[in-house]
C-alpha cells in the first residue's frame, strides 16, 4: 500500500492515442465497470500514475515540450520513444533508456547499467539529469545516506525543473509537507505519529475487511468467466482500503476513487485532470478534518487530529499533506504488487503450481516469502523516489556534487548477481531475500505491513478461488506504464471457469 519511498504517466500506443475509447478500455467490455465494488458504480480506468500525468499537464503538449517529466508519487502516461533494439545483457553499446522496449522490459538494461556504469548520470524525458544507482551495495548505503535529502529546495535546478521531480499539482495545493519531500526533524515527528496506523496489531485488526472487499470484488466477476485484473479488482481493492484506514465514510468513497482514477488516467483523460484531482483532494480532506474534529472515530485523520490537539503541533497542512500522500503514495503500489505479481504468476506455471499446493494445504509460510520474492522479481517501484545531495559525496566510486539528483533504482539492485543468486529466476521458495522493494533506511516504506497484507491477500484469494486462472492476451501486447518510478500493467486481461459453471 502507501510506499513513502514512492512516480509519474503511462505510455500510450505508439501513436499517442489509448486503447479503445477514452478510458482505455475496448467498446463493450464488461471490464470497464465493477458493479459489485462497494458503491456499485464504474469504476475508473487506472492508466498511468499520477506523477507522470501531471507532467504532462504542467507543460504545453507532447509536440511542443517533449517528453514529460518524472514524478514522485504515482505513474502517469508519457509517451516514449520507439528505440532501434533491445538492450544487450553483456557488452555491446549504451541501452536506450525510457524506450517503448525499456518500459516493456527494463531488465537487460539495468544490468548493462549495473556491469559498465553503475551510477550513471543520465537525462530523464524531463530534461532534468539525475544520477541512477543499480548496484544492490550502492543502492542500499545511497538510501540510508543522510548526505542525500528528500527536500527539493536542494535541487540544483531552477524552480522549474524543481518542479518536475515532485508529485504533480502539489505545489500549488500546498501539500509540500509530506514524508517524500522531507528531512529530520520534521520527517522523524511526522513519521511517528503516522506510523501507529501500520502497527502490526493495526494492520492485523485490518485483515478480516481486506478480505471482505477482495471477496466483494471477486465476486462482481467470478460468474462471467473473464476479467480485466488491473480494472476490476488491482485498482479498486487499495482505493476502499485506504479510505478506510483514513476514514472517509462510505458515501463519500466513490467520489475519492474517482478522483485516485484521474490521478493515473493516461492521456485520454481531459487536459489538467490530474492537477484538478489533487485540488479536489486536498480541498475534500481540509473539510473532512474539520468534520471529524466534532466526531473522531478509530481511523487515522481522527488519530492524527487527536496528536494535534495534545501538543504535537501538526499544522492542518501537515494532517492534510500526509493524508494525500498515503493515498497518493499508498494505492498505486499495491496496485502493481497484485498486478505484477499475478502476470508473473501466471507466466510461470510450475511456481504458481508450486503456490497453489501449499494454499490448498493451508499452508500460507511458502505464500508469504512469494511476496517477498515478487517484491524482488518484478516489484511495484521500479525506482525510489527523488534525492539531492546536500554537499560532495561518492557512491560507487562516482563523485555526485552538490544539488545533483540521485535516483536508487530499485529494480535493477533487486536484480544484482553479487547479491542474489540466479536473480533473473523467479523462485517463490528464496529465502535469503533482503531485497529493497520498499527501500531501506529512515525512508522505508511506512505501509509496507498492509501492502504485503493486501498482496498476500489477493494472491490466495485468486488462487484458490480462481484455480484455473490463466492469461487471456498474447504477453507482447500488454502494455506497461511508462512512468519512471512506478512500474505496472495498465491491463491484465485474464480468464477463468465461471464459478456457476463448476
Given at each position: 500500500m502507501t510506499n513513502p519511498h514512492a512516480p509519474e504517466p503511462t505510455p500510450g500506443d505508439p501513436d499517442g492515442t489509448p486503447p479503445g475509447g477514452p478510458d482505455g478500455t475496448?467498446?463493450?467490455?464488461?471490464?470497464?465497470?465493477?458493479?459489485?465494488?462497494?458503491?456499485?458504480?464504474?469504476?475508473?480506468?487506472?492508466?498511468?500514475?499520477?506523477?507522470?500525468?501531471?507532467?504532462?499537464?504542467?507543460?504545453?503538449?507532447?509536440?511542443?515540450?517533449?517528453?514529460?517529466?518524472?514524478?514522485?508519487?504515482?505513474?502517469?502516461?508519457?509517451?516514449?520513444?520507439?528505440?532501434?533494439?533491445?538492450?544487450?545483457?553483456h557488452g555491446g553499446p549504451e541501452p536506450a533508456l525510457f524506450s517503448w522496449e525499456f518500459a516493456t522490459d527494463p531488465y537487460p538494461a539495468y544490468a548493462w547499467l549495473r556491469e559498465h556504469a553503475p551510477v550513471h548520470r543520465t537525462r530523464l524525458p524531463s530534461g532534468v539529469e539525475a544520477w541512477l544507482v543499480t548496484r544492490y551495495a550502492d543502492a542500499r548505503q545511497t538510501l540510508a545516506d543522510n548526505r542525500l535529502s528528500k527536500n527539493p529546495t536542494h535541487h540544483a535546478e531552477d524552480a522549474g525543473g524543481r518542479s518536475r521531480t515532485g508529485i504533480p499539482g502539489e505545489r500549488n495545493a500546498g501539500l509540500m509537507t509530506h514524508l517524500l519531500n522531507i528531512d529530520p526533524p520534521d520527517h522523524t515527528r511526522l513519521r511517528r505519529l503516522v506510523s501507529k496506523a501500520f502497527t502490526p496489531r493495526r494492520v492485523a485488526e485490518f485483515a478480516p475487511r481486506v478480505q471482505e472487499l477482495t471477496d466483494q470484488l471477486i465476486d462482481g466477476f467470478a460468474d462471467r468467466g473473464s476479467a480485466d485484473l488491473i480494472h476490476e479488482f488491482a485498482f479498486p481493492l487499495p482505493i476502499y482500503a485506504i479510505c478506510d484506514?483514513?476514514?472517509?465514510?462510505?458515501?463519500?468513497?466513490?467520489?475519492?476513487?474517482?478522483?485516485?482514477?484521474?490521478?493515473?488516467?493516461?492521456?485520454?483523460?481531459p487536459r489538467g485532470g490530474v492537477a484538478r484531482s489533487v485540488k479536489r483532494i486536498r480541498g475534500y480532506l481540509a473539510e473532512l478534518i474539520h468534520r471529524k474534529r466534532a466526531d473522531l472515530g478509530d481511523?487515522?485523520?481522527?488519530?492524527?487530529?487527536?496528536?494535534?490537539?495534545?501538543?504535537?503541533?501538526?499544522?492542518?497542512?501537515?494532517?492534510?499533506?500526509?493524508?494525500?500522500?498515503?493515498?497518493?503514495?499508498?494505492?498505486?503500489?499495491?496496485?502493481?504488487?497484485?498486478?505484477?505479481?499475478?502476470?508473473?504468476?501466471?507466466?510461470?506455471?510450475?511456481?504458481?503450481?508450486?503456490?497453489?499446493?501449499?494454499?490448498?494445504?493451508?499452508?500460507?509460510?511458502?505464500?508469504?516469502?512469494?511476496?517477498?520474492e515478487l517484491l524482488r522479481w518484478d516489484g511495484p517501484v521500479e525506482?525510489?523516489?527523488w534525492r539531492f545531495a546536500t554537499r560532495p559525496l561518492t557512491i560507487g566510486g562516482q563523485d555526485i556534487a552538490p544539488g545533483d539528483a540521485v535516483l536508487v533504482v530499485l529494480a535493477?539492485?533487486?536484480?544484482?548477481?553479487?547479491?542474489?543468486?540466479?536473480?533473473?529466476?523467479?523462485?517463490?521458495?528464496?529465502?535469503?531475500?533482503?531485497?529493497?522493494?520498499?527501500?531501506?533506511?529512515?525512508?522505508?516504506?511506512?505501509?509496507?505491513?498492509?501492502?504485503?497484507?493486501?498482496?498476500?491477500?489477493?494472491?490466495?484469494?485468486?488462487?484458490?478461488?480462481?484455480?484455473?486462472?490463466?492469461?487471456?492476451?498474447?504477453?507482447?501486447?500488454?502494455?506497461?506504464?511508462?512512468?519512471?518510478?512506478?512500474?505496472?500493467?495498465?491491463?491484465l486481461p485474464v480468464e477463468f471457469t465461471p464459478v456457476g459453471a463448476r
Open positions: 475496448t467498446p463493450g467490455d464488461p471490464a470497464r465497470t465493477c458493479p459489485h465494488a462497494p458503491g456499485g458504480t464504474p469504476a475508473p480506468s487506472p492508466e498511468p500514475s499520477a506523477a507522470e500525468a501531471s507532467a504532462a499537464e504542467a507543460e504545453p503538449s507532447a509536440a511542443e515540450a517533449g517528453p514529460p517529466a518524472s514524478g514522485a508519487g504515482a505513474s502517469v502516461d508519457v509517451e516514449l520513444p520507439a528505440s532501434t533494439a533491445a538492450a544487450p545483457r484506514l483514513l476514514g472517509v465514510p462510505a458515501g463519500d468513497q466513490d467520489d475519492f476513487r474517482d478522483w485516485a482514477g484521474m490521478m493515473i488516467r493516461h492521456g485520454g483523460g481511523d487515522l485523520i481522527s488519530d492524527l487530529i487527536r496528536a494535534s490537539d495534545h501538543g504535537e503541533h501538526l499544522t492542518e497542512n501537515e494532517v492534510v499533506a500526509m493524508c494525500f500522500v498515503l493515498l497518493f503514495a499508498g494505492f498505486e503500489t499495491t496496485i502493481n504488487l497484485i498486478g505484477n505479481g499475478t502476470h508473473a504468476l501466471l507466466r510461470d506455471p510450475g511456481q504458481r503450481a508450486l503456490l497453489q499446493a501449499a494454499l490448498a494445504q493451508g499452508d500460507d509460510a511458502l505464500l508469504e516469502s512469494a511476496v517477498e525506482l525510489a523516489t535493477a539492485a533487486d536484480r544484482d548477481p553479487a547479491r542474489f543468486a540466479d536473480p533473473d529466476t523467479l523462485d517463490l521458495t528464496r529465502r535469503d531475500n533482503q531485497h529493497l522493494g520498499y527501500g531501506h533506511g529512515l525512508h522505508y516504506c511506512l505501509g509496507a505491513p498492509l501492502a504485503r497484507l493486501e498482496g498476500q491477500t489477493a494472491l490466495r484469494t485468486l488462487l484458490t478461488r480462481l484455480p484455473d486462472l490463466a492469461l487471456a492476451a498474447d504477453p507482447a501486447e500488454l502494455r506497461w506504464r511508462g512512468g519512471l518510478i512506478m512500474r505496472g500493467l495498465r491491463t
